[in-house]
């Protein structure tokens, strides 16, 4: 069975992970904007550069998993 | 981590939004309708000049060392456009049962600002900025406003009064429970407060993740997407695990 289509090699690299692991509560995290007008916008705004990523928040089409 | 300070990071729900889709699609270059599950790009403040070539993940960069030193570098051509005192605008994920399902998949706990005037919901997360970015607090909560009442639903007795709520998803992000509400009137001097409180008893869930799917499976937890899913590789994927978990009756 293959997961490795989902997100979570991605994340694991931008979190340093290998694995699925609760974090350390509370931890330094990215915030994310989710919408992409308003995230651009902010961009164009504050003249800061956009790091851009997209992922689904299901796998297999069970939610709550990257 | 830090080095994502610098920077707007924008994370889209690749299958969730018609025109975020096409976005994708075009940014990476596929036929119509085969968008892949994940998307990487590194863009200038425009949004349209890239500066790295969009692609599925950030592997070109070998390691979170060097992705960081190199996004600094980046980071380090553009100068601020605002000054210190300004604060970004909240968030906000556009649906509430998606930042159910999206505060679930990052194990974060969810805030919801409710408030059935739209005018005053806009006041209400507005005024919410300087705690959302509040040093100790950014990056904690996923969020999401409403004015609908029936948006309140996935919310384990939620009372329908505005203000904010502090909710704590279940494993899939299909309900949540209410540990905080703080009454809209309340906001200004209780929102700080609660959030901190609210974060300092929230315990993120130990998942395993092929253990997760496979008691989705059993509970008949499916997330059906508002576009339908076209990476070739999870398509067939789900269509081959669903088929063997079928045969397992």
Same mark, same amino acid.
């Given at each position: &069975?293959?997961? #490795? &289509? ?6 694991? %690299? %931008? @979190? ?5 692991? =609760?974090?350390?509560?509370? =931890? ?7 919408? %992409?007008?308003? #995230?651009? +916008?902010? =961009? ?7 790091? %851009?990523?997209? #992922? @689904?928040? +299901?796998?297999? #089409? ?5 | ?21 096409? *976005?994708?699609?075009? !940014? ?6 085969? /968008? ?6 590194? !863009? ?47 968030? /906000? ?16 706990? /969810? ?12 006041? /209400? ?69 609660? !959030?901190?409180?609210? !974060? ?16 989705? *499976? ?32």
């Amino acid at each position: &069975m293959r997961f #490795g &289509m989902c997100l979570m090699p991605l994340l694991s %690299l %931008l @979190a340093g992970a290998t694995q699925i692991e =609760a974090e350390e509560n509370p =931890a330094v995290r990215i915030v994310w904007h989710a919408n %992409l007008e308003k #995230g651009l +916008a902010l =961009a164009r705004q504050t003249n800061r550069p956009v790091f %851009l990523v997209s #992922g @689904a928040p +299901a796998c297999l #089409g069970v939610p709550g998993v990257w | 981590m830090e080095a994502s300070r610098d920077w707007v990071c924008i994370r889209l729900l690749t299958y969730e939004s018609e025109s975020e889709y096409k *976005y994708m699609e075009q !940014l990476l270059g596929v036929t119509d309708g085969t /968008l892949p599950n994940t998307v990487f790009c590194l !863009l200038s403040p425009d949004g349209k000049t890239k500066l790295t070539r969009p692609t599925r993940g950030p592997s070109i960069f070998r390691t979170p060392e060097n992705m960081a030193f190199q996004m600094k570098s980046l980071a380090s051509r553009y100068k601020s456009a605002v000054p210190n005192s300004f604060v970004a605008p909240v968030p /906000l994920v556009d649906r509430v049962d998606l930042a159910m399902n999206v505060a679930a998949s990052d194990n974060r706990p /969810l805030v919801v600002f409710y408030h059935p005037s739209s005018p005053d919901l806009k006041r /209400l997360v507005d005024s919410s900025k300087p705690v959302v970015w509040d040093a100790e607090l950014i990056g904690q909560f996923m969020y999401a406003a409403t004015s609908s009442k029936e948006d309140l639903k996935a919310m384990v007795n939620a009372s329908g009064d505005a203000g904010v709520y502090i909710v704590e998803p279940d494993e899939y992000g299909v309900s949540g429970k209410i540990v905080r509400h703080v009454e809209f009137d309340k906001v200004a001097e209780s929102l700080k407060r609660e !959030l901190s409180r609210a !974060l300092v008893n929230f315990q993120p869930f130990q998942k395993n993740h092929q253990q997760h799917i496979r008691d989705g *499976y059993v509970f008949g937890i499916e997330w059906e997407t508002v576009v339908p899913e076209s990476d070739p590789m999870s398509v067939q994927a789900k269509r081959r695990f669903k088929s063997r978990f079928n045969g397992m009756d």
